[in-house]
């Protein structure tokens, strides 16, 4: 399958992905997601979060679009380096194999080089699954989408009939004025669509109000598909209901229908009808406070939110997210426990730079001091460590070589780390992109630890994202001051988890758990995190 999207951006292609690979294995099938980005970034590991959302990372060590975020959340299938490729990754591919002599000496062009790699990419390790879902970025027309919609109409050809089918995202604006829902720029959409090779299957259309019978059977004559085939998908009150949304206005069965296959049986919705249902009828409400530095892109911590989403799932609870920029404590001292004694949680996440860095500080020593429920991710274990070594371990000048020269690197550079495949080295000055410990690694915890009765086990695997590491020649010293280690690296030389006993929950981790909560399997971490939340909101 093949999602394009028209008229504007941010249809929501990525959920539309997400949600139908849900269907589908709600059928019984095996389903695998893939996403095209047409932009010219090899992976967005260097791009601004203000630009392009979060990192998502996946277990081999890729760094990916925040789409497949969506698709593991929602299927539970582990993402791979494969699924997810961009027109820059493409390119680079194609410039080495050229460098290499590869192509004999033959003229390099976009047709058939560029569109063969974007082929070879939607079809590689696809035998294990009965459906693969290929979400393509951008908007029908974009000059750099050409070679990858190109690559759909080839590839549609070589597969053959009833092999792939064309879902097209469009929205169907309300004008206000006239009282009317228009169908034009959908019809326009399909047209260029149709142009470049491609007649979609299935429309899926965005409308803020319910689409009328009669515009339903309008755009089915205008853009030649069945009027079954037009699916309105209207907001829904949580992206967990998408699933439930889009199987009552029969999308799952039109695809099916599409390729022809027989209806088959209805699909198992009952995972999702519980998670809506826990989402609407919550006994209770719980604020986590996130302090960070990108929170004016909400995106930026997609996996965060959902995450603690997830943990509020798994207690029956909502969970009301305060997105607090770190900088404000730094500003305004008072602003501290003006901003923060409402809160039932703090959690610091990860990050890269100094800015924000002391008012992260000072939100970790107000929970610590307050007792209040902390959970630091990457960089908020860092500088959880720089707090408790400044202000209880007698070293004021604590902090981290990330921020410039320091006479107490209680977290430095990571120069090597061993991982499955070798040892790992980097260097001061060398490339940014693709250079950091990426990927899921294995850690073992420390028996009898808060850590280890939260996961329920003593070895565990997690996805990392980072380049600076806590120091162990300060380890005594922090865990005299009461911040132990409770999970290390198999050969002893990197800090994974630490955590304060003497406190009712705080714990920092070096890796990123949100990226492997699902709601229908919330992360241990998460679940105990907001319980503690839940606990602290009868205290206060």
């Known amino acids: 399958m093949f999602i394009t999207g028209g008229v504007v951006s941010s249809l929501g292609k990525g959920l539309l992905a997400a949600a ?33 959302g979060e990192v998502y990372v996946t277990d081999d060590g890729a760094e990916t679009d925040l789409d497949l975020g969506h698709y593991e ?33 033959a003229t390099v062009q976009v047709i058939p080089h560029v569109t063969d790699a974007i082929k070879a990419f939607a079809t590689e390790g696809t035998d294990d699954v009965d459906f693969v879902i290929c979400e393509i970025g951008g908007t029908v027309g974009d000059i750099e989408s050409l070679p990858f919609i190109e690559a759909v109409r080839q590839l549609r050809n070589d597969l053959g009939r009833g092999m792939s089918v064309s879902i097209h995202v469009t929205l169907v604006p309300f004008i206000a004025a006239a009282g009317e829902l228009k169908t034009k720029p959908t019809q326009h959409s399909v047209r260029e669509l149709a142009s470049l090779g491609v007649q979609p299957d299935v429309l899926v259309c965005r409308c803020e109000h319910p689409l009328p019978e009669a515009e339903r059977r309008k755009i089915a004559l205008f853009c030649n598909v069945a009027r079954e085939a037009v699916i309105p998908a209207l907001d829904a009150p949580s992206i967990y209901a998408v ?32 998670i809506v249902d826990r989402l609407k009828h919550p006994e209770g409400t719980v604020t986590v406070g996130v302090v960070g530095k990108y929170v004016g892109l909400p995106d930026a911590y997609k996996s965060l939110n959902e995450a603690l989403v997830h943990g509020g799932i798994a207690n029956r609870v909502r969970v009301d997210v305060r997105w607090i920029d770190a900088e404000v404590f730094e500003g305004d001292p008072a602003e501290v426990p003006a901003r923060l ?61 990330e ?61 990392h994202r980072h380049r600076y590491e806590v120091n162990l020649a300060y380890r005594s010293r922090l865990e005299a001051a009461g911040l132990v280690v409770t999970g290390m690296s198999p050969d002893g030389r990197l800090p994974e988890i630490v955590e304060r006993p003497d406190h009712p929950w705080f714990i920092g981790v070096q890796f990123h758990p949100e990226l492997k909560s699902r709601p229908f399997a919330p992360h241990p971490l998460f679940a105990s995190f907001i319980e503690a939340a839940v606990r602290q909101s009868r205290l206060v």
Not at 34 to 43: A, I, T
Not at 243 to 269: C, K, S, W
Request: proline share 7%; charged share 25%.
């Open 20 to 52: 139908l690979g849900a269907l589908l294995q709600a059928r019984g099938y095996r389903v695998r997601l893939r996403k095209f980005d047409p932009y010219l970034n090899v992976d967005p590991g260097t791009m601004s979060p203000y630009q392009h």
């Open 73 to 105: 959340r929602f299927t539970g299938v582990p993402t791979r380096r494969s699924d997810n490729v961009t027109a820059g990754r493409i390119y680079q591919t194609i410039i080495t194999r050229e460098r290499r002599g590869d192509y004999l000496g």
């Open 243 to 274: 699933p439930l949304q889009y199987h009552r206005e029969g999308l799952d069965a039109q695809v099916i229908h599409a390729f022809g296959l027989p209806p088959g049986r209805e699909p198992d919705l009952d995972r999702w009808i519980d």
């Open 341 to 401: 004694e409402p809160l039932h949680a703090i959690l610091v996440p990860g990050a890269f730079g100094e800015r924000g860095a002391e008012g992260k500080i000072a939100a970790i020593r107000f929970a610590r001091e307050r007792r209040v429920p902390y959970l630091g991710i990457c960089f908020g274990m860092q500088m959880a460590c720089v707090e408790t070594a400044r202000n209880l371990a007698g070293l004021p000048e604590a902090s981290s070589t």
């Open 403 to 463: 921020f410039g020269p320091t006479p107490e690197p209680v977290v430095g550079l990571l120069h090597e780390w061993r991982s499955e495949t070798g040892l790992e080295q980097r260097h001061e000055g060398g490339d940014l992109g693709g250079t950091m410990r990426l990927g899921a690694y294995r850690a073992i915890l420390a028996p009898g630890s808060r850590a280890a009765a939260i996961y329920g086990c003593t070895e565990i695997w997690e996805r």
